[in-house]
């Protein structure tokens, strides 16, 4: 029996470090400190629906096929694409990350992470008006004003607010809780909202008028606010930029609430504008709630190699961007890929019905340690380690540290950077042979 | 009765535990549900766990129903799923990003049960 | 192994006092070597000027970097320095390329190489984010790499520092080094990061950093002490307090003075300055804005314990990025620009914002004036590092231009004529004729690197030394540096040959192959007793305040897979 300690939870973007983890015969019974989610990751992954054999489907069925033969058949439908849509890359390392932007380039594809369906109106927010951020230990150790915008921690990212944020204690914040205001800005009353000193609650839709307000407040501009604005009564609006100029420091933490809602980068824009704002009077700063463990490395991983962090065109050789035209859901309600690799990811989950109506014409090849609705759309499968579990390999936690996630038991199986590597290879040999 | 609904999805911590085992009951009890507030469920004449066919733009899909009183009049949660994504908007309104939020429904009483999963991505080759 | 002999060369090597001779230079398994067989391959340089490979000391190439990226998708697209910008689609040899200011990694590696570059160094590492700093500097093909690590306002540092307790700062450094694979102690705006954590900022030096009861002076002491009791082979490496603002180049000449009485065990200076033109502003507002390069060089030329590096400043779009989260704040509020910031935990704090240096604008022509000021100003070459601060002061992408600004007073003279009738008034560098030769600029490109920084191996072609090699397309016996200026800069900007350790990596400035670069890194040894002692407060700052465990904070050797490590002890 082995019992590694501070390992990482490579489940959510809060990639949790503490986390102790029992290895008895190459099966982990047992972790401690993890939430429900990163349990069900750990333990639960000897349960789960493991993908056990390279596949490739057959008149209409997934069958049993070598390495050899997946890779072959892959490689050929890359080879064979005038434009391949690369897409995932976030439940994984960077390493596999930099070989996946690799592959794309050498394919001439299009490739794109999550960010698509999560926080890439943030990257845009952030290309019109910049990120005022911190590392989740600066809001541990000073923030007296903590609010959660659209974003509900207490299911998507369950030890946030004890390690980082509402309950965390810090060098000026010993008290915790009771030094912090925490705060609540959600179309419903979310278990989160449960938990806030204020619940404001809005006008689905309507943050952008919001923020809007609360920056005319702030800059002493009471007089152009409505009587109510989102839903909200100006009192209630004024009371809360209030609170904000008499804060030593806030931290807003945003979600899928301000990404995915009308306005979607514009809402981004305008809470960054209000940081700034804020920052007049006191100290704020915001930071996204990142979902998938990894989905800020593939950002900066993408940024770094290709000067952009998603939605990144390769067809015309130098890196195209521009999100809107070159996105995932972009391309495939258009009709606009003639392929699809992906990783790491389930957009079958997860994209809107018509992007699923294009990936099941096109041909789909999936590398994934599980089953899942991409499976069902996917014509070539190859099974994967689970990185964070059964491969080390590097991930970024929601605030742009990054961590060295460690092997915890062994197995059998590739690693997504092995397998892009592979097919890097075969890619080649293909294109040379022609 | 159809209620006319403001749909939106989102994370729970139910969904996030079963995100890696999609083929699961599990999953499909996290994930194939709409919340409605009890006043909304009751003008449906609904029950938590009856079928609701939530109907939009871009389609439509049977979930079971589950009362959520921290939701306001009209709104309808679906947790992010095939079940929700079946039922969504696909524009991405030239910024990449699909409606996930805030898509208009109609909500209704149904005899029709949530299809399994391996089904109802079996309609996407239809 | 592999030999080559490069002949006909025109070698201006400083170090070894050869100024523009014609010689032979042989090369073995990567070194320079007195000799090699006559099965050596033969490249001959034709009377060509022959250089060691550049050093940039002070660049942002790896870590923050990505934040200017990410947040100007803009500049991926920019061409403004025709050969060293823009996208280029991949070729055989070369991944594909983007950016100006903030190039992609690959563009970094191949761009420097083409320049004749082949070491650079990260001006600014974050302990916490040291892992990402070492991602970056893989990517980068081609150089050797190294950077410098952030202490100026770090809670351990202050406390240390407030509690007496100079052995344990030592030790503290020396494991800082360590957990960051640093090469040097940074210290950016002394407790200025600290005092940002509240949105506030440090006056001066004796402005008490808040609730830590230390000053700026005190930060910068005993740094300076603790770097000399480790034997670093680099000095402190000082961004002043008060940067960017009008006087403070009172600021920045007391803090030089500071220091003026420490010694070092080493053959180098004890304090490093860096970017100095944003930091030798005269007058007292925008208002009366002006150059005091003279006050700054008139000091400088006084005394031998310190080297400083310029922040050239390029007309045209950069990318201002910091450890000095106030100042971003405040460019940010005074350009009405987009604004990124980081407060980093226990550590520092940074920032990023676009900026336009304008020839119209009076005070960015007036910036351009101070950096060359004070590179003529000072007498004794050795002194000065040639820099942007890249993409600070402008990206790397212009030293060639850069370099005829300095050596061509004609040069100058076409871009002052462009100016505005007020900056002239305001700056010096109308009435100075000194023009740099080719002897002066390879000191302060690559020799005075070498010895800033202790590096015995680079910056010179010695036998002993790393064979990284620029050869350039000017014959120095024949051309007028002074005058013809055009191909000068064309020289520089795409050399004949770049070798690194040996390997042909650019010819006829294209990139022929992109070997890995090694990354250069510091241990320096402490006795155990206090390492251990100092451990015991380690422990507790992340049992109670880091986000991050212990066991997961320093950067493993899996992100160094060519380490060179140096290794000192101390006194």
Known sequence: ?434 | MKLEANLISGRTAYQGAYLEAKTHKEYFDACSYCELNSSDLAKLGVSEGDNLSVTTEFGDVSVFAKANDGNPDGLAFIPMGPWANAVLSPDTHGCGMPGFKGVPAQIEKTGEAPLEMKVLMRRYYE | MSELLIKNAVVCDPINNVNCEKMDISVKDGKIVESVSSGAKVIDAGGKLTMAGGVDGHTHCAGKINVGRFMSPHDMRMTNVPGLSGKEAPTATTRAQVGYNTPNAFAIGYRYAKMGYTTIGEAAIPIIGARHTHEEFEAIPILDKFGLTLFGSNWQVMEYIRDDEPEKLAAYVAWGLKASRGYGIKIVNPGGGEAWGWGKNVSGLDDPVPNFDVTPAQIIMGLAEANEKLNLPHSIHLHCNNLGKPGNYETTIASMKLLENLKSNRDRQVLHVTHVQFNAYGGTSWRDFESAAPQVSDYINSTDHMTFDLGQAIFGPAMTMTADGPVEYANSRMLNAKWSNMDVELEDASGVVPITYSPKNFVNAVQWAIGLELALLVDDPWKVMFTTDSPNGGSFVNYPEAYTYLMSAKRRAEIIETLPEMALGRMNIPGIDRELDLYELAIMTRAMQSKMYCMDTKGHLGVGADADIAIYDIKPDSVDTTVEYVAVKKAFSGAAYTIKSGEVVVKDGEIAMTPEGRTYWVNAKMPQATVDAMQVDVAKKFKKYYTVSQANYMVEDAYLPHPVEITTEAL
């Open chain 1, 1 to 434: 029996m082995a019992v590694i300690t501070d390992a990482i939870c490579s489940l959510c973007g809060s990639l949790c470090d503490d986390i102790t983890v029992t290895v008895e015969d190459n099966v982990i019974t047992d972790v401690e400190r993890a939430c429900i989610l990163g349990r069900n990751k750990f333990v639960g992954m000897f349960l789960h629906d493991r993908i056990e054999s390279p596949m490739i489907r057959k008149n209409g069925e997934l069958v049993d096929v070598s390495y050899e033969e997946a890779i072959d058949e892959a490689a050929k439908i890359l080879v064979n694409s005038k434009r391949t849509l690369s897409y995932g890359w976030c439940s994984t390392s960077c390493e596999a990350i930099s070989k996946a932007i690799q592959l794309a380039e050498e394919t001439g594809s299009l490739i794109d992470s999550t960010a698509n369906v999560c926080h890439g109106p943030s990257a845009l927010a952030v290309q019109e008006k910049g990120g005022p951020s911190a590392t989740l230990g600066a809001v541990k150790n000073r923030a007296d004003v903590v609010i959660f915008w659209g974003c509900n921690p207490a299911h998507a990212h369950p030890r946030h607010m004890s390690r980082y944020s509402s309950f965390s204690k810090g060098f000026f914040t010993q008290k915790g809780r009771k030094d912090r205001k925490m705060i609540v800005i959600d179309v419903r009353k979310t278990d989160t909202a449960k938990l806030a000193d204020t619940y404001v609650e809005i006008d689905q839709g309507s943050d952008y008028l919001l923020v809007t307000a609360l920056r005319s407040a702030i800059n002493g501009h009471e007089d152009v606010i409505p009587d109510t604005v989102a839903g909200v009564s100006k009192e209630d609006v004024l009371e809360l930029a209030n609170v904000l100029k008499e804060a030593k420091y806030t931290c807003v933490f945003y979600g899928m609430g301000v990404t995915q809602s009308r306005s979607k980068y514009k809402n981004g824009d305008g809470v960054s504008s209000l940081i700034s704002d804020i920052n007049q009077h006191s100290k704020a700063v915001m930071i996204g709630m990142r979902g998938h463990y990894n989905v800020t490395g593939f950002g900066q991983v993408a940024t770094w190699e290709t000067g952009f962090p998603m939605a990144i065109d390769f067809t015309r050789g130098a890196p195209y961007y521009n999100p809107g035209e070159t996105g995932a859901n972009d391309v495939l309600t258009r009709g606009d890929v003639d392929a699809a690799i992906i990783s790491a990811a389930d957009p079958g989950a997860h994209f809107p019905q018509d992007s699923l109506k294009y990936l099941a014409k096109i041909p789909v090849i999936q590398i994934d340690p599980y089953a899942n609705p991409t499976t069902e759309l996917s014509d070539v499968v190859f099974p994967a380690a689970v990185v964070g579990v059964e491969a080390e390999g590097t991930a970024y936690r929601m605030d742009g540290i990054s961590l060295r996630m460690k092997k915890l038991i062994d197995t059998k199986f590739k690693t997504d950077e092995e397998i892009a590597v592979d097919l890097i290879n075969k890619v080649r040999e293909l294109k040379g042979g022609a």
